[in-house]
Nanobody
C-alpha cells in the first residue's frame, strides 16, 4: 500500500514563504516523476511544478520565478519552496508521484492535500 503524505501548509502574509514536503511510503520499487498540483475554490486542479527522477523540472508560468521544486531520492520525498507568495497562490496543494511497486507495475498516486492560505 503506497501512500503520499504532504506537510508544511499554513497561513502566511503576502510576500512570505512556505516549504511543502511530501513523503512517499509503502511498497515502493522505484519513483519516477514527482510533482505538485493545486486547486483553488471553483477552479480545476492544475500543475504547479514537476521533477523527474534525474532532476529535470518544469513549472507553471505563474510560479516559475518564485517557486522551486526539489527531491531527495534517499528519503522518497519531494519539496516545494514557495517564496514571494501572493493571495492568488491560495489553494489546496496536492503531491503527485509516479510510483512502481514492481519493475513492471505501477501508477500515479496522490496525497490528501495541504492547505496554503496567503493573506493580503
Amino acid at each position: 500500500q503506497v501512500q503520499l503524505v504532504e506537510s508544511g501548509g499554513g497561513l502566511v502574509q503576502a510576500g512570505g514563504s512556505l516549504r511543502l514536503s511530501c513523503a512517499a511510503s509503502g511498497s515502493i520499487y522505484t519513483i519516477h516523476d514527482m510533482g505538485w498540483y493545486r486547486q483553488a475554490p471553483g477552479k480545476q486542479r492544475g500543475l504547479v511544478a514537476r521533477i523527474t527522477s534525474t532532476g529535470s523540472t518544469n513549472y507553471a508560468e505563474s510560479v516559475k520565478d518564485r517557486f522551486t521544486i526539489s527531491r531527495d531520492n534517499a528519503k522518497n520525498t519531494v519539496y516545494l519552496q514557495m517564496n514571494s507568495l501572493k493571495p492568488e497562490d491560495t489553494a489546496v496543494y496536492y503531491c503527485n508521484a509516479q510510483i512502481f511497486y514492481r519493475w513492471n507495475a505501477g501508477g500515479d498516486y496522490w496525497g490528501h492535500g495541504t492547505q496554503v492560505t496567503v493573506s493580503s
